[in-house]
């Protein structure tokens, strides 16, 4: 599942989250169509670029550019920026989007399904997508997903590869951005579809002349599954999805909402075995149990397939039963490391139960079983209120879907930690989730108190001896993840908005700068451009900031129409706009739903808290329910809630 987080806490958790997956299943088909290894290079041409949403098909986000060192990073400045909302109002946002570039081509995605080709040298557009009107009339009219984060596209052999939130596949021209192709998911699976509360917010992977996709929604009892369609048809390469649970009423899937198993981030390949590998969310209803008994495998866990044939090769669990949202939910990535000594291929993962993970790559055998890198202190989630214990992690992890990275020099993989509790409350009995048919059945999140602490983590672990090198803390949860470099520095964005380089071997911050926004919920793409080095972050929502050195742009303020505070010149009912966007979740009198009690929120959080969870959006919540003006009166409304 995929919950987002804001630093002020879950108060508001509302309408939605992504996720779904578990079960064996029937998948040959191979694509007979041989393909060469060359071709899994994606068009990484001469390693110039950021050409997968990893970097590489193992997801190390470990780039071979040298450029920027440890003695000229102070160097860094802004070469260009720009914000996505002067070229479309309409875009939602695209803070949590992992940018590809090739070719020296930038492509973003936005929640709703924009794409944007950027030259990646000096920010001018090269071309704009937007969905055909029917995909967007299809997202309007069930708005609870409508604002679900796009984390990116695939791009490969002149193609972009683009997932819809309501369960389409789409191929556009890389050159021109024309669509050529999109195919509905549930003309092959009838039951993939929105209105059965399935959505889609991962970056499609290309591997190998294939399109290989994951699925959300398992927090709201969807089905969990990843697939395979060919690159140049998009006809499926199997005959049917490889399910991550088993089909509502069979095994342990007793409920009317049971189910769960998301595969909501992005699939690794290796390009030597041609296995894939997936992390697998948490099984539905959330924190109500009644309905599936036992280990609910392979939910919470780490997957193994051939990529040709959908066949299953391994399944580890992180966690067994999981009462918590413990999903194993950030991309796995696959390292020729140093393991006790001898070079060994491993599969790595740091859960959202807070522990780090090392497996064979081939085998599955765990090298290293869970290393804690936050605080872990959880029990069962009661049904009384009056009994809830604050969950250490709580539902955003741990580590959410923000990458680590790996640095080979010193073999260390660097880890995204997210100190965050919650105060959690299960459903009392089957009667009690069929009251809450919206999404997520059964599961309930109150607000945390107010003197309690948040921060984040950044831990080094030696691949080698699977213990800790240092643990550095952060004033805010890591949301965003890592990339590094050929020189030893890794760099992350941070939701204060500051951009940072880590001397990878010390644990030292070595230069950081402001970007101009906040909320910075993606790991930055780094590329070279006619032998320059860059950085590409995305801030504030909308905004692509791109850092270099001798970089002289000054920062940009917010740009004014993301949230156009006190600019309306008409008296605004936050009542209604609260009916509009709220009620779904919190209740027609805040008394709570599948979201928190808002009637008293005021003692918790002040109006400016507010108004930041509004507008960029926090743990289940998704960013700009209510925008500007409006936005502003919601906030100063439900601040008077004391």
Request: glycine share 10%; net charge positive.
């Amino acid at each position: 599942m995929r919950r987002y987080l804001k630093a002020t806490g879950s108060f508001f958790l509302a309408c939605m989250v992504l996720v779904g997956c578990q079960t064996n299943n029937k998948q040959n088909n191979a694509n007979n169509k041989e393909e060469t290894k060359e071709s899994n290079k994606a068009n990484q041409v001469k390693e110039t670029g950021f050409p997968n949403w990893g970097y590489d098909f193992q997801h190390t986000r470990h780039v071979p550019y040298k450029e920027i060192t440890k003695d000229n990073v102070k160097k860094l400045g802004i070469v260009w920026q720009q914000d996505i909302l002067e070229w479309n109002q309409d875009v939602p946002n695209l803070q949590e989007d992992f940018p590809v570039v090739q070719n020296g081509v930038m492509y973003v995605t936005s929640a709703k399904n924009h794409v944007f080709a950027i030259d990646a040298a000096n920010g001018k557009k090269l071309w704009a997508w937007t969905p055909p009107k029917k995909v967007l009339d299809h997202l309007d009219s069930l708005p609870w997903q409508s604002n679900v984060a796009s984390r990116g596209v695939a791009v490969a052999n002149g193609k972009v590869y683009v997932l819809m939130i309501d369960n389409r596949l789409a191929k556009l021209d890389a050159k021109t951005g024309k669509l050529e192709k999109m195919v509905n998911f549930w003309d092959h699976v009838p039951s993939i579809k929105l209105e059965n509360r399935y959505y889609e917010s991962s970056a499609p992977m290309y591997y190998d002349g294939n399109i290989y996709v994951g699925s959300s929604g398992g927090d709201n009892g969807t089905r969990g599954f990843v697939w395979a369609f060919k690159a140049d048809s998009l006809e499926p390469l199997w005959k049917e999805p490889f399910w991550t649970v088993p089909e509502r009423g069979t095994g342990w899937a007793k409920g009317k909402y049971t189910g769960g198993g998301s595969v909501w981030t992005p699939m690794s390949f290796d390009p030597d075995t041609d296995m894939m590998y997936f992390a697998v969310g948490n099984p539905a209803p959330d924190f109500y149990d009644a309905d599936r008994k036992g280990k609910n495998p392979y939910t919470d866990s780490i997957v193994a397939l051939d990529s040709k044939t959908g066949k299953f090769k391994w399944a580890s669990s992180e966690v067994d039963h999981d009462v918590w949202d413990y999903d194993a939910a950030a991309t796995p990535m696959v390292l020729n490391a140093n393991v006790g000594g001898k070079k060994q291929k491993v599969v790595v993962e740091g859960g959202k139960n807070g522990k780090w993970y090392a497996w064979d790559a081939k085998t599955g055998k765990t090298i290293y079983d869970g290393v804690p890198f936050v605080k872990i202190e959880n029990s069962t989630p009661p049904s009384d209120q009056s009994k809830v214990k604050l969950q250490w992690p709580g539902t955003p992890g741990g580590e959410s879907y923000a990458p680590e990275t790996y640095d080979p020099d010193t073999n260390y993989v660097l880890i995204p930690g997210i100190n965050n509790p919650n105060l959690m409350l299960a459903a009392k009995d089957r009667k009690e989730i069929a009251k809450d048919n919206n999404t997520f059945p059964g599961t309930k999140i109150l607000p945390l108190p107010a003197d309690v602490d948040t921060s984040g983590t950044i831990t080094a672990i030696d691949v080698n001896t699977g213990k800790k090198v240092y643990q550095r803390n952060t004033d805010d949860p890591m949301y965003g993840g890592f990339t590094s470099t050929a020189s030893g520095l890794a760099f992350y964005g941070e939701l204060d908005g500051t951009v940072n380089a880590l001397d990878i071997k010390k644990g030292k911050v070595l230069w950081g700068m402001k970007s101009g926004g906040k909320q910075i919920k993606m790991a930055p793409s780094i590329y070279m451009v006619d032998g320059k080095q860059y950085i590409a972050v995305i801030t504030g929502g909308t905004r692509v900031v791109v850092y270099g050195l001798g970089g002289k742009e000054k920062i940009a303020a917010p740009n004014k129409n993301a949230k156009l505070q006190g600019q309306a010149d008409v008296v605004i009912d936050p009542e209604k706009v609260y009916k509009k966007s709220c009620v779904s979740c919190h209740g027609d009198n805040l008394q709570g739903a599948t979201a928190p009690n808002l009637q008293h929120i005021g003692k918790s959080m002040s109006k400016e808290d507010i108004l930041n969870q509004i507008l960029n959006g926090g743990d289940r919540m998704p960013a700009g329910l209510a925008k500007g003006a409006e936005a502003e009166a919601l906030a100063e409304w439900l601040s008077k809630k004391k």
